[in-house]
C-alpha cells in the first residue's frame, strides 16, 4: 500500500487520504470472498490486500488521490465489507493575482456583496458585524416554518386538483355509462333503480334505529371505529371516506337492497359482530361446523392407521415405536391433521370411522387402545373395540384459550380477545377449574394492558389505574407480582406509553415481592420480577435509540446489565441474557451481543434435565429474537440428538418445546421434524399422549399465526386463527 503523505503538497485540487479498517468481528475470509464475487477487485489486489490486512486491521490503499478516486475506492471497498474513511490533506494551491474582487459573503443573506463604509449589506440591509447566533437560529427556524406552510399550502392545491379530477372522472363515466345503457336498450330501467336504492337506504336507517342506534353519530357506519379484520388494527373513516361511503350508497343498488334485508332478517351493521370467531365465542356459530380439537386428535390416529400406522396405540399401550413403519405413522399422522383441518365439513366418530358432513360431539372422543387397523389410504376402517376412550380435559381447553386470548390481543385483535375471554370466564368454576380459572382471568388482565399500550380504551392513565387496581385485589402476592411485572412490560413497548406508567407497575411489583412465601416462590418471583423489569429497560431503550436519544439508551441498557449481575439464579440470568443481547444487536454492538447469547446459551447448555435444557433453549430463542442463530441451532440439534435414544413423556415434552421454539422462530419444517419425533415417542400413557397432541396442535398454530402475522401474511395467518377457534370455542 501506499507511503504515508509528509507535510502539505502543492495542488490546485483537493487531494485525500484513503484508509481502510476491518470492523469488529468481521472475518477476513468473508471480506475476501466479497471481494472477489461482488465488489469485484482483481484477484492479485485481493491477495495483497488480505496479506496486508492479516498483519494490521488498518490500511492505507490510497495517498493524495482526489475527491474522484477517493468516492470510487469507498463505493469498491465498502461492498467487501470493509470500513472506509477519507480524510482531507492539507495542500497548497498557488495564489491567482488579482483574483480578490472586493466582495464579502454576508452572513445573514449567504449573497457576495461589496461592503459599504457601515458596513451594512446592501443586499439585506443588515449590519453583518451585529449578526449574532441566536440571529442566525431564528432566521433558520422562520425559513423551516415558511418552507413548512408553503409545502402545505403546494399540498392542498395538489389534493384539491386531485378531487376536481375524480369528480370530473366520475361525470365522464356517468356520462359514458348512460350513452352506452342508450345503446343497449336499457335505459328506461333507471328510474325504478334510484327508487330501489332510495328505498333500500331507507331500510338500512331504519333497522339501525329500531335497533336501538337512532341517529347519533355513534350509530352510523362511518361515526365510529371499526376493527379491520384483516390485520386487527383499529380504523377509523376520514372525511374523504365519508364521501366514498356516500356515493357507493347510492352507486350500488343491489349491495344496499341486499344489506336492507339481511339487516331486516336479524343481521347486524357492526363488523365485529359478523366476525366468525366473536359469534363462536357467543356460542352463535353459523356456516358449516368447525373441527373441534378432539375432533383433530382423533383424526390423527384414526387416518393415520388407514396405512398402517398402529404408532398411537403402541404409546398409550406402553410399546415401543420403531423402523421405518414408525417413521411412515408419524408422517401419516401429520396428513392426518391437515387433512381434517382443510376439510373441517368432516368428522370422526368414536369408533374411528371418517364420515362426511357429521356432526360429532366435542367431548369424550374415543380412542381405540386394542387392535390394528386395515384398510387402505383412501379409507380408514376402524378396529378394537376394547380400548379406553381419552378427552381433552376442560381446564387444558381454557389454559389454551387463555393463551389463544392473549395472541389475539398481542397482535392487536382486542375485540375477538375481550370476546373469546368473555364467554370463557362466563363458563368457568374456579372452585372446581382453578387453573384453568386463572389463566383466564391473567390473560384477561394482560389483553387490557395490550389494549391500553395501542390506546385503544380511555386515557391511558386511568384506565391503567383500573387495571392496578384489579391486580392489586388478588389475594396470591406470587400472582400480584407476576403480574404486574407482565403487564409492565406490555405497556411499556413501543413507546406509546409515559415511561412512568410501567415503572408504578414494577414498584406495586417488587412491594408485592415481599409477601411471597413458599418453598422456592420468593426466588422464583424476584427472578420472574427482574426480567420484567429488563423488557421494561429494553423497551425504553429501543424507543430512544429510535429517537436518537443515544445517551439514555446507553443508560438503559446499562441497567440490564446490572440485572445480570444480580440475577438469583441461572433460569433468571439466561433470560436476561438473551435480553440484552437483544437490545445490544439493536444498538450496533454486535460483539457485546454475540458475548450475551454465548453466555445465555452456555447457561442452557450445563442443565442436565432435558426437559428443563429444552424449555430454557426455547425461552432464549424467544427473549433474544434470534430462533436462526447458529449455536443455538446447533444447541438444539445436540439436544434433539440426546433425546433419540430416550423414551416417555419428557422425551416428548421436550421435543414439544423444541417443535413450539421452531414454529415461533419461523422455521416450519424443523417444526415439523421435532412435532413427529414427539408423536412417535414410545411409552406414553393416554393422557400424557393427548396432553402433547394438544400442545403440538394448538400452540403450534398460534406460534405460527403470529410469525406471519408479522410478516405481513394476514390471510395465511386469519387462517390459523380460525383453525384454532375452531379448535377451542
Known amino acids: 500500500?501506499?507511503?504515508?503523505?509528509?507535510?502539505?503538497?502543492?495542488?490546485?485540487?483537493?487531494?485525500?487520504?484513503?484508509?481502510?479498517?476491518?470492523?469488529?468481528?468481521?472475518?477476513?475470509?468473508?471480506?475476501?470472498?466479497?471481494?472477489?464475487?461482488?465488489?469485484?477487485?482483481?484477484?492479485?489486489?485481493?491477495?495483497?490486500?488480505?496479506?496486508?490486512?492479516?498483519?494490521?486491521?488498518?490500511?492505507?490503499?490510497?495517498?493524495?488521490?482526489?475527491?474522484?478516486?477517493?468516492?470510487?475506492?469507498?463505493?469498491?471497498?465498502?461492498?467487501?465489507?470493509?470500513?472506509?474513511?477519507?480524510?482531507?490533506?492539507?495542500?497548497?494551491?498557488?495564489?491567482?493575482?488579482?483574483?480578490?474582487?472586493?466582495?464579502?459573503?454576508?452572513?445573514?443573506?449567504?449573497?457576495?456583496?461589496?461592503?459599504?463604509?457601515?458596513?451594512?449589506?446592501?443586499?439585506?440591509?443588515?449590519?453583518?458585524?451585529?449578526?449574532?447566533?441566536?440571529?442566525?437560529?431564528?432566521?433558520?427556524?422562520?425559513?423551516?416554518?415558511?418552507?413548512?406552510?408553503?409545502?402545505?399550502?403546494?399540498?392542498?392545491?395538489?389534493?384539491?386538483?386531485?378531487?376536481?379530477?375524480?369528480?370530473?372522472?366520475?361525470?365522464?363515466?356517468?356520462?359514458?355509462?348512460?350513452?352506452?345503457?342508450?345503446?343497449?336498450?336499457?335505459?328506461?330501467?333507471?328510474?325504478?333503480?334510484?327508487?330501489?336504492?332510495?328505498?333500500?337506504?331507507?331500510?338500512?336507517?331504519?333497522?339501525?334505529?329500531?335497533?336501538?342506534?337512532?341517529?347519533?353519530?355513534?350509530?352510523?357506519?362511518?361515526?365510529?371505529?371499526?376493527?379491520?379484520?384483516?390485520?386487527?388494527?383499529?380504523?377509523?373513516?376520514s372525511a374523504d371516506s365519508l364521501e366514498k361511503t356516500a356515493q357507493a350508497t347510492g352507486a350500488d343498488a343491489d349491495s344496499a337492497t341486499g344489506a336492507s334485508s339481511g339487516a331486516a332478517a336479524g343481521g347486524t351493521v357492526d363488523p365485529d359482530l359478523d366476525d366468525p370467531l366473536i359469534q363462536a365465542a357467543a356460542g352463535k356459530q353459523t356456516g358449516g361446523k368447525q373441527l373441534t380439537l378432539e375432533q383433530a386428535l382423533a383424526a390423527s390416529k384414526t387416518l393415520a392407521k388407514s396405512v398402517g400406522n398402529t404408532t398411537a396405540d403402541r404409546a398409550m399401550a406402553g410399546g415401543a415405536v420403531g423402523g421405518k413403519a414408525g417413521n411412515a405413522a408419524s408422517q401419516a399422522a401429520n396428513d392426518a391433521i391437515d387433512s381434517a383441518i382443510d376439510n373441517p365439513a368432516s368428522s370422526v366418530d368414536s369408533g374411528g370411522r371418517t364420515t362426511a358432513g357429521g356432526n360429532t360431539a366435542s367431548n369424550g372422543i374415543s380412542f381405540a387402545g386394542g387392535g390394528a387397523a386395515s384398510g387402505s389410504a383412501g379409507s380408514a376402517t376402524a378396529a378394537g373395540a376394547g380400548g379406553s376412550s381419552v378427552a381433552v380435559p376442560k381446564q387444558t381447553k381454557q389454559v389454551l384459550t387463555a393463551e389463544f386470548a392473549k395472541v389475539l390481543a398481542e397482535i392487536g385483535q382486542s375485540a375477538r380477545a375481550r370476546e373469546v375471554l368473555k364467554a370463557a370466564l362466563a363458563a368457568s368454576n374456579a372452585a372446581s377449574e382453578p387453573e384453568g380459572a386463572a389463566a383466564l382471568r391473567n390473560a384477561d388482565i394482560k389483553a387490557r394492558a395490550w389494549a391500553i399500550q395501542r390506546r385503544e380504551i380511555g386515557p391511558a392513565r386511568v384506565v391503567s389505574d383500573e387495571l392496578k387496581a384489579k391486580i392489586m385485589a388478588l389475594d396470591n402476592a406470587a400472582e400480584r407480582s407476576q403480574l404486574l411485572g407482565s403487564v409492565a412490560a406490555i405497556l411499556s413497548q413501543g413507546g406509546q406509553i409515559a415511561p412512568a406508567i410501567p415503572r408504578d407497575f414494577l414498584s406495586l411489583a417488587a412491594d408485592a415481592l415481599k409477601s411471597v412465601t413458599g418453598p422456592g416462590q420468593p426466588n422464583a418471583a424476584l427472578g420472574d420480577l427482574a426480567v420484567s423489569m429488563a423488557e421494561?429497560?429494553?423497551?425504553?431503550?429501543?424507543?430512544?435509540?429510535?429517537?436518537?436519544?443515544?445517551?439514555?439508551?446507553?443508560?438503559?441498557?446499562?441497567?440490564?446489565?446490572?440485572?445480570?449481575?444480580?440475577?438469583?439464579?441461572?433460569?433468571?440470568?439466561?433470560?436476561?441474557?438473551?435480553?440484552?443481547?437483544?437490545?445490544?444487536?439493536?444498538?450496533?454492538?454486535?460483539?457485546?451481543?454475540?458475548?450475551?447469547?454465548?453466555?445465555?446459551?452456555?447457561?442452557?447448555?450445563?442443565?442436565?434435565?432435558?426437559?428443563?435444557?429444552?424449555?430454557?433453549?426455547?425461552?432464549?430463542?424467544?427473549?433474544?429474537?434470534?430462533?436462526?442463530?447458529?449455536?443455538?441451532?446447533?444447541?438444539?440439534?445436540?439436544?434433539?440428538?440426546?433425546?433419540?435414544?430416550?423414551?416417555?413423556?419428557?422425551?416428548?415434552?421436550?421435543?414439544?418445546?423444541?417443535?413450539?421454539?421452531?414454529?415461533?422462530?419461523?422455521?416450519?419444517?424443523?417444526?415439523?421434524?421435532?412435532?413427529?419425533?414427539?408423536q412417535s415417542t414410545a411409552a406414553l400413557s393416554p393422557a400424557d399422549s393427548t396432553a402433547i397432541n394438544t400442545d403440538l396442535i394448538v400452540r403450534s398454530d398460534l406460534a405460527m399465526a403470529k410469525v406471519l402475522q408479522g410478516l405481513g401474511r394476514y390471510a395465511e395467518a386469519e387462517s390459523l386463527l380460525q383453525r384454532v377457534g375452531g379448535y377451542l370455542l
Open 1 to 237: 500500500m501506499s507511503e504515508p503523505t509528509a507535510g502539505a503538497i502543492e495542488s490546485d485540487t483537493p487531494l485525500f487520504d484513503v484508509v481502510i479498517n476491518v470492523p469488529p468481528g468481521a472475518q477476513l475470509e468473508e471480506i475476501e470472498r466479497l471481494a472477489r464475487d461482488v465488489a469485484g477487485i482483481a484477484a492479485d489486489k485481493v491477495d495483497r490486500l488480505i496479506h496486508v490486512l492479516r498483519s494490521s486491521p488498518q490500511a492505507k490503499i490510497g495517498a493524495g488521490v482526489t475527491r474522484e478516486k477517493a468516492d470510487v475506492a469507498r463505493e469498491q471497498f465498502s461492498k467487501a465489507g470493509l470500513l472506509v474513511t477519507i480524510t482531507p490533506l492539507l495542500t497548497i494551491q498557488t495564489v491567482m493575482v488579482g483574483s480578490y474582487d472586493g466582495t464579502y459573503s454576508c452572513p445573514a443573506c449567504q449573497k457576495r456583496v461589496v461592503l459599504p463604509e457601515n458596513r451594512q449589506c446592501p443586499a439585506c440591509g443588515i449590519f453583518v458585524d451585529k449578526v449574532t447566533d441566536e440571529f442566525l437560529l431564528r432566521r433558520k427556524m422562520m425559513e423551516q416554518e415558511r418552507g413548512r406552510i408553503e409545502y402545505q399550502q403546494a399540498k392542498s392545491v395538489k389534493d384539491s386538483d386531485k378531487r376536481s379530477r375524480e369528480m370530473m372522472e366520475a361525470a365522464m363515466r356517468a356520462q359514458v355509462r348512460e350513452e352506452v345503457e342508450k345503446e343497449y336498450g336499457i335505459k328506461g330501467k333507471k328510474g325504478l333503480s334510484g327508487m330501489v336504492k332510495a328505498v333500500g337506504v331507507l331500510a338500512l336507517l331504519m333497522v339501525a334505529f329500531v335497533g336501538g342506534k337512532g341517529l347519533s353519530p355513534d350509530g352510523l357506519p362511518w361515526g365510529k371505529s371499526a376493527s379491520s379484520k384483516d390485520n386487527g388494527q383499529p380504523k377509523v373513516m
Open 536 to 678: 421494561v429497560f429494553a423497551n425504553e431503550a429501543s424507543a430512544r435509540i429510535k429517537a436518537g436519544m443515544w445517551s439514555k439508551a446507553q443508560a438503559s441498557a446499562a441497567q440490564i446489565e446490572g440485572l445480570i449481575k444480580q440475577a438469583p439464579d441461572a433460569w433468571s440470568q439466561l433470560r436476561l441474557y438473551a435480553i440484552d443481547h437483544q437490545i445490544k444487536q439493536q444498538m450496533g454492538q454486535s460483539d457485546k451481543a454475540r458475548k450475551s447469547l454465548d453466555a445465555a446459551l452456555a447457561e442452557v447448555g450445563k442443565n442436565g434435565n432435558l426437559l428443563q435444557r429444552a424449555a430454557w433453549l426455547r425461552s432464549v430463542a424467544q427473549l433474544s429474537d434470534n430462533a436462526a442463530d447458529e449455536q443455538l441451532q446447533a444447541l438444539a440439534i445436540s439436544l434433539q440428538a440426546q433425546l433419540e435414544p430416550q423414551s416417555g413423556a419428557d422425551k416428548a415434552r421436550a421435543l414439544t418445546q423444541l417443535a413450539l421454539l421452531y414454529a415461533a422462530g419461523g422455521l416450519p419444517s424443523k417444526a415439523d421434524q421435532s412435532r413427529r419425533m414427539a
